[in-house]
């Protein structure tokens, strides 16, 4: 099975701050991950797919990077209706994970 | 709109079956692959179980591997999971998700507790 392991586990940041959040896979996804977003009592949404694909009515502030291992979700100016648990996940191959997931707050 | 809702959770006692169901409405359900994923509280989340539009592919956690069974009727645009030998490791929220490699939506989860 694929291993994903997402950092930080816990984020505090300022309204207006870019922010940075990490996924690393234990080997080559080809580009088949997805980032998800999960507001305290809600279900996970999804924010971006196939690394930087802006899923429909996403804002822009959000983006997606990487290949290979290596795996980036930006905020690239912090609102405070971002504040979420975010997680990654790999769909390369089955079974399909997830990352350990990224809490932030605001400071 | 796509809307997923979840149904059928509840407390069982370990060892106990449960039966959940997932009614999709707002697109074609027979033409999408579909998934359970949990979450324990207070945890991450976990892929369970997934199954494909017709039925042909099924796959499952090692967790649940032998204990459920995913299935859907495309006549009624409803998933379910049958869940057999219950354990306190099982008690998570339930989610049903649209598959399109991604999961591109989700419904809002059904709580599954397993206590003596």
């Known amino acids: 099975d694929i291993q994903m392991t997402q950092s930080p586990s816990f984020l505090s940041a300022s309204v207006g701050d870019r922010v940075t959040i990490n996924c690393k896979a234990s080997?080559?996804?080809?580009?088949?991950l997805d980032w998800y977003q999960q507001k305290h009592g809600e279900a996970p949404k999804l924010l971006i797919y196939?690394?930087?694909n802006l899923q429909t009515g996403i804002p822009s502030r959000f983006s997606g990077s990487g290949s290979g291992t290596d795996y980036t979700l930006t905020i690239s100016s912090l609102q405070p209706e971002d504040v979420a648990t975010y997680f990654c996940?790999?769909?390369?191959?089955?079974?399909?994970?997830f990352g350990g997931g990224t809490k932030l707050e605001l400071k | 709109e796509v809307q997923l809702v979840e149904s059928g959770g509840g407390l069982v006692q370990p060892g106990r079956s449960l039966k959940l169901s997932c009614l999709a409405s707002?697109?074609?359900?027979?033409?999408?692959?579909m998934n359970w994923i949990r979450q324990a509280p207070g945890k991450g989340l976990e892929w369970v179980a997934s199954?494909?539009?017709?039925?042909?592919?099924?796959y499952y956690a090692d967790t649940v591997k032998g204990r459920f069974t995913i299935s859907r009727d495309n006549a009624k645009n409803t998933l379910y999971l049958q869940m057999t030998s219950l354990r306190s490791e099982d008690t998570a929220l339930y989610y049903c998700?649209?598959?399109?490699?991604?999961?591109?939506?989700w419904g809002q989860g059904v709580m599954v507790t397993v206590s003596s």
């Open positions: 998700a649209r598959e399109r490699a991604s999961f591109d939506y």
């Open positions: 707002g697109f074609t359900f027979s033409n999408y692959g």
């Open positions: 199954i494909s539009s017709s039925s042909s592919y099924i």
């Open positions: 080997q080559n996804i080809n580009k088949y």
């Open positions: 196939n690394t930087n």
């Open positions: 996940l790999q769909h390369s191959s089955r079974p399909r994970t």
